[in-house]
């Protein structure tokens, strides 16, 4: 044996170690294990004690756990399979590759910057004596909005601060539901939902229909340049929305009516259709999604009309909180104009 390097470190507690590091005859260890043996000094200098710990430094591809949406926290695990538990593991997260600045934590928070990206982390483990250790997880699947951010969700959020993106975006897996429906199409989720709905609706002797579904961009530029043309703009931003920015364009909302009349008018409320659903429609998934008094924080005036697909889990525990409107449910910013 030939000594060839001693190094000096610092270690947990402040003793000081030395290590020294051997020439083995052995040819170079396999790539992710370390070999050495060693010798310590004890700190007054007196005479080598020969190591005990000869071993392996070595850890597992490491994995990362979390959900793959902005906002969320990836979780990286680089599990020891060597003898030797490393003194320290250094983790750098990677964008399609490249180190993400500041990221050198076990845990990543997604930014809107990683969207469309895919991310994966190399672990770096070290023990004195012996080579550092690197190992890079596998990629994740590209990285996706924010629910609320993310126009396929019925989670998303649309109003006059936060537009659909891309503003033109066009909705899959449209239907007719199969009860009254004016020829409107709604996401299935959304349609099978508002079926439910009407026939619970039925047992208590109420009928619901629905007025209008999802629209399209270019229906809303048609209707919006209409209103534009007839009233002026300012009136027109009050009573439709932007192209981009209206909730139809998702097809999780639904202009809902009744056999009592008053179609998308605030006199809807008093009808039968329109009691039962506000009393009713959350069990179903379902929220009023521009009530009576909320102007400021939705944008829009009072639409006992209409209502937006959100899910029973999400509609019910607004319902138990008592929490009106999904700004206020997500925290998000009261958008009262764009
Ligand atoms: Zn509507």
Partial sequence: MRTIQPTIRAVAGGLLAVAVAFSLASPASAAGTAEARGRALAPSGAAPIAIEETGTLAIARPTISGTTRVGRLLRATAVSTGTVAPRVKMYTW???????????????????????????????????????????SASTERIRFRVIDDPTNSQVVVNKQRSLKPKAYAPSGLILPSISNNGQ?????????????????????????LLSGYRSYQTQVAVFNQQVATYGRAVAEKQSARPGYSEHQTGFSG?????????????????????????????????????????KITGYAYEPWHYRYVGKKVATDMKRKGIKTLEQYRHLPAAPTY
């Fill in 255 to 295: 202009d809902l009516g009744g056999a009592g009349g008053c179609p998308i008018t605030s006199c809807f409320a008093g009808t039968q259709a329109g009691k039962w659903l506000k009393k009713y429609a959350y069990r179903y998934g379902f929220i009023m999604r521009y009530p009576d008094g909320y102007t």
């Fill in 94 to 136: 990677l964008r399609d590759g490249a180190p993400i600045r500041k990221a050198h934590a076990s845990t990543y928070r997604l930014t809107s910057k990683d969207r469309k990206h895919r991310i994966s982390v190399r672990v770096a483990a070290f023990a004195t004596g012996f080579p550092t250790v690197k190992r890079t």
């Fill in 185 to 209: 199409r709604l996401r299935s989720v959304a349609a099978h939902a508002l079926e439910r709905m009407a026939a619970g609706a039925r047992e208590d002797g109420v009928t619901i229909t």
